[in-house]
């Protein structure tokens, strides 16, 4: 059974950071293309971030977080992040891991990811 549990989420004020983790289980962690979602009240799930499976390293962004969001994961601790640097009222939302099944690159679009943690949310006040 596969389990994805973010943490990490909470209260910060404008300018301010945040770190989120998502420990995975259940998956061949090193293998699974990993992403970061949310959807913010009344608005559909988005894209945030992404990062590939093993090997080089690749990351992707949306161009709303670029410059302030860092995705990385640890294989060996079957364990993804997303540091979120100079937080605005407009990153307020619900924050999702999720992950694809193995593939070469990143992977952008939702629809091909399997598996979803329940979401942590983030709320930035300014």
């Known amino acids: 059974q596969v389990q994805l549990i973010e943490s990490g989420g909470g209260l910060v004020q404008a300018g301010g950071s945040l770190s989120l983790s998502c420990a995975a289980s259940?998956?061949?962690?090193?293998?699974?293309?990993m992403g970061w979602f949310r959807q913010a009240p009344g608005k559909e799930r988005e894209f945030v971030a992404a990062?590939?499976?093993?090997?080089?390293?690749?990351?992707d962004y949306a161009d709303s977080v670029k410059g302030r969001f860092t995705i990385s994961r640890d294989n060996a601790k079957n364990t993804l992040y997303l540091q979120m640097n100079s937080l605005q009222p407009e990153d307020t939302a619900v924050y999702y891991c999720?992950?694809?099944?193995?593939?070469?690159?990143?992977?952008?679009?939702?629809?091909?990811?399997?598996?979803w943690g329940q979401g942590t949310q983030v709320t930035v006040s300014s």
């Open positions: 999720a992950a694809a099944g193995a593939r070469g690159g990143v992977v952008l679009d939702l629809n091909e990811y399997t598996y």
């Open positions: 259940g998956l061949r962690f090193s293998r699974a293309a």
């Open positions: 990062a590939a499976s093993w090997g080089g390293g690749t990351t």
